[in-house]
């Protein structure tokens, strides 16, 4: 079973800054493709970043030039780098893995993120 921890998560004021962290129990080159999902109150969830196993990025246009997606290899850890926090920001954010063998998708219990002076 793949286990998908996120940490990181807080309380932080516009402007600020948070790096989010995703630990896998697997080795991070057996899945296709990871990312960070978010999901607001009343709102559905959406993609924030996803990073392929080729190194390629996706992100969101909410949040390009303020989040950096990257991962540790030698950890088996994704993270997610934030900056210039708003307060549309504010949302649980949750880890995600593909596997393109099982083609299944795998989500952490996710981390609380609040934007807020």
């Known amino acids: 079973q793949v286990q998908l921890v996120e940490s990181g998560g807080g309380l932080v004021q516009p402007g600020g800054s948070l790096r989010l962290s995703c630990a896998t129990s697997?080795?991070?080159?057996?899945?296709?493709?990871m990312g960070w999902y978010r999901q607001a109150p009343g709102k559905q969830r959406e993609m924030v970043a996803t990073?392929?196993?080729?190194?390629?990025?996706n992100y969101a246009d909410s949040v390009k030039g303020r989040f950096t997606i990257s991962r540790n290899n030698a950890k088996n850890t994704v993270h997610l780098q934030m900056s210039s926090l708003k307060p549309e920001d504010t949302a649980t954010y949750y880890c995600?893995?593909?596997?393109?063998?099982?083609?299944?998708?795998?989500w952490g219990q996710g981390t609380q993120v609040t934007v807020s002076s």
């Open positions: 990073l392929t196993s080729s190194g390629n990025t």
């Open positions: 995600n893995a593909y596997s393109s063998t099982t083609h299944q998708n795998y």
């Open positions: 697997r080795i991070i080159f057996s899945f296709a493709a």
